[in-house]
């Protein structure tokens, strides 16, 4: 089994800053890409930032502000958010595309972890 779980959200005042975190665990897997979504109530959770071992790719609404990296050594992916938005309010959710053994190759989620933009 494969589980993926976020930290770091929280309540940030606009134009602060916020770390999410997002770890891969479980035996015998190997990680591809990973990246964040977000939701927001009654919308489509959209793609926010992902990241391959050779590239990264952002939502137009992000660029600038937000850094997505990882460490493959401990199959984590981080979002480094900046100059934060109350339109950045949302649910962020962690995804990897992950295979197990012999297995192929299928996208894992996160719980969801809160991030509220607000003064």
């Known amino acids: 089994q494969v589980q993926l779980v976020e930290s770091g959200g929280g309540l940030v005042q606009p134009g602060g800053s916020l770390q999410l975190s997002c770890r891969a665990s479980?035996?015998?897997?190997?990680?591809?890409?990973m990246g964040w979504y977000r939701q927001t109530p009654g919308n489509q959770r959209e793609l926010v930032a992902s990241?391959?071992?050779?590239?990264?790719n952002y939502a137009e609404s992000v660029k600038g502000r937000f850094t997505i990296s990882r460490d493959n050594a401990k199959n984590t992916v981080y979002l480094q958010m900046s100059s934060l938005k109350p339109e950045d309010t949302a649910v962020y959710y962690c995804?990897?595309?992950?295979?197990?053994?012999?297995?192929?190759?299928?996208?894992?989620w996160g719980q969801g972890i809160q991030v509220t933009v607000s003064s």
């Open positions: 995804t990897a595309t992950i295979r197990r053994l012999t297995a192929t190759w299928r996208d894992y």
């Open positions: 479980g035996s015998s897997f190997r990680v591809s890409t």
């Open positions: 990241i391959t071992k050779e590239s990264t």
